[in-house]
């Protein structure tokens, strides 16, 4: 039954290629190459930024914001938009399972969204090869690997959501909500509750740093910034009490585990549910 699969994703990859958002993420990850590009030459102190090194983290901070949203707003209306188009009713005359319609819909998705990001990151790489500037392999391989796992985390998290949702309508309402909830639980907002309320700072700290975003974000910070004059107080609390080495295994580890997580649910939905 699975031999669809490949002609299936195939489809779904076509799909994919002809949405917005897709166009939308290409433009928005060559913007960002020429922007830290120009940071690089000049060797500019500009936002902290100096070297490849740092420029490659910038690129991969700043698809933090955008590669999260992408996701799930591409996964979370997967499901329920086949199913309002009757892509699903038609998979399901076929002589494949859902488990195999659920890998088609997901895996073309995660490429799409992880794609322009990870490029953008080894456009950067390979221009300061080519020019002589050194960038550490171990760093290059650390900053893909955590980009990989905030993609692979929502993308996850909006195939649950895709899956629980009825309609694409409350599919994109609850995506937004949780990117807005990702987006927000940071430093700025974890002062703020401190400040507001007399909270144990473990608590606070610790409530914060089940944020995935926020995992991958101190990941990178501890990666290129061990020292802690970039991290702010959750990063700071995280490499005190953790170690840097351990500090970065934790924001690549934690947001996969997420995904894991949140893809096993949506699929359990997926194959045991009312999915047409």
């Known amino acids: ?3 669809l699969l490949a002609p299936l994703s195939r489809l ?3 799909a994919v290629l002809r949405q917005r958002w897709f166009v939308a993420s290409v433009l ?4 960002m190459v020429g922007f830290f590009y120009v940071l690089a030459t000049r060797e500019s102190d500009v936002l902290g930024f100096t070297g490849y090194g740092r420029v490659m983290a910038g690129v991969v901070q700043a698809s933090l914001l955008f590669v999260p949203l992408l996701a799930l707003l591409a996964t979370a209306q997967a499901v329920p938009s086949a199913r309002d188009s009757g892509v699903l ?3 399901m005359t076929l002589p494949v399972d859902r488990s195999a319609a659920f890998r088609a ?17 080894l456009s950067l790489g390979g221009v300061a090869l080519v020019t002589g500037r050194a960038v550490e392999p171990q ?9 990989s796992g905030q993609a692979f985390c929502f993308a996850a998290l909006g195939m649950m959501i895709g899956a629980y949702s009825r309609s694409s309508e409350s599919a994109l309402v609850r995506a937004l909500v949780v990117w807005a909830a990702c987006a927000l639980l940071v430093d700025f907002i974890v002062l703020g509750l401190l400040l507001r309320w007399d909270l144990s700072p473990f608590a606070v700290f610790a409530t914060a740093s089940v944020n995935p975003m926020q995992a991958g974000r101190v990941g990178i910070l501890a990666s290129i910034d061990p020292e802690m004059g970039a991290l702010g107080p959750v990063g700071t609390w995280a490499v005190v009490t953790l170690g840097a080495p351990l ?4 924001g690549l580890g934690w947001p996969f585990l997420v995904g894991l997580l949140a893809l096993a649910l949506g699929r359990r939905r997926f194959l045991r549910g009312d999915v047409l």
């Open 1 to 3: 039954m699975s031999a």
């Open 12 to 14: 779904e990859g076509h």
């Open 28 to 31: 928005l990850a060559a913007a």
């Open 89 to 91: 009713e038609w998979y």
């Open 105 to 121: 819909l997901w895996w073309p998705r995660l490429l799409a969204v992880a794609g322009p990001a990870v490029i953008a990151t």
């Open 139 to 147: 760093l290059w391989v650390s900053l893909l690997a955590l980009l």
């Open 247 to 250: 500090t970065t295994a934790w």
